[in-house]
C-alpha cells in the first residue's frame, strides 16, 4: 500500500499539511518565548525589576519596568545587581569601571557619587538588555504599585524629592 502526498488534486490536502506545519511552528516559537522570558525567580534567565527612586533619571524614571538578561556585563552596560547585605533589594545601576573578579564599580545616572557596593559573582543579577521608554510613551498610567519592599537602607541612599507621591494614586 502506497501512502498518497497531499496534492492540489486532493481535497484540502495542502491546506491540512500547511496547518500542521503552522501549528508546529507556532509550538515552536511558543517554547523558545517561554524559554527566553521565564524569570530568574522559577531558575530562568530573566529578571523583571521595577525602578525605584530617581537614581537612574534621566535614563529610566521611577517605576518603570526594565528586563535583564543573566549575560556578561562589561564597563557601560546598565545591571541589576543585588548586594548580600541589603537582603534580597536590587539596584539597578550603570558599571562605570572594575570588572567581575574584583568587583563592579556602579554609580547611578543621575548621582553624583559612586556605589558603596562593588557586586561580584552571583550579586549580579543580569545586564538590562531592553532599551529605555521612549520620552512621551503613557507609562505610568493607571493604578501605580505601592513602595512596599523597599529597603531601610535604599531610602538612605535615594530619599524622596519634594513633592514627589509615594504610595498609590
Known amino acids: ?3 498518497q502526498q497531499p496534492d ?4 484540502g490536502g495542502l491546506h491540512r499539511a500547511a496547518r500542521v506545519t503552522a501549528e508546529a511552528v507556532g509550538w515552536v516559537l511558543l ?5 527566553l522570558a521565564w524569570p530568574a525567580t522559577l531558575g530562568g ?10 537614581s537612574m533619571l534621566p535614563t529610566y524614571d521611577p517605576k518603570d519596568m526594565v528586563i ?3 549575560v556578561e556585563p562589561q564597563v557601560g552596560d546598565v545591571i541589576v545587581y ?27 545616572d543621575n548621582n553624583d557619587f559612586i556605589d558603596p557596593f ?18 512621551g510613551s503613557p507609562r505610568g498610567v493607571g493604578p501605580q504599585p505601592p513602595d512596599v519592599g523597599v529597603s531601610p537602607v535604599h531610602r538612605r541612599c535615594h530619599p524622596p524629592v519634594a513633592g514627589a507621591r509615594r504610595g498609590r494614586v
Open 45 to 54: 534567565l530573566t529578571s523583571y525589576v521595577l525602578v525605584s527612586g530617581e
Open 1 to 3: 500500500m502506497t501512502q
Open 118 to 135: 562593588e557586586p561580584t559573582g552571583d550579586e549580579v543579577k543580569g545586564v538590562v538588555q531592553a532599551p529605555p521608554p521612549a520620552r
Open 68 to 70: 535583564a538578561r543573566d
Open 31 to 35: 517554547v523558545v518565548v517561554g524559554w
Open 82 to 108: 543585588a548586594p548580600a547585605s541589603l537582603e534580597g533589594a536590587q539596584i539597578v545601576h550603570r558599571i562605570i569601571g572594575g570588572d567581575a573578579e574584583s568587583g563592579w564599580v556602579l554609580q547611578g
Open 8 to 11: 492540489a488534486t486532493r481535497p
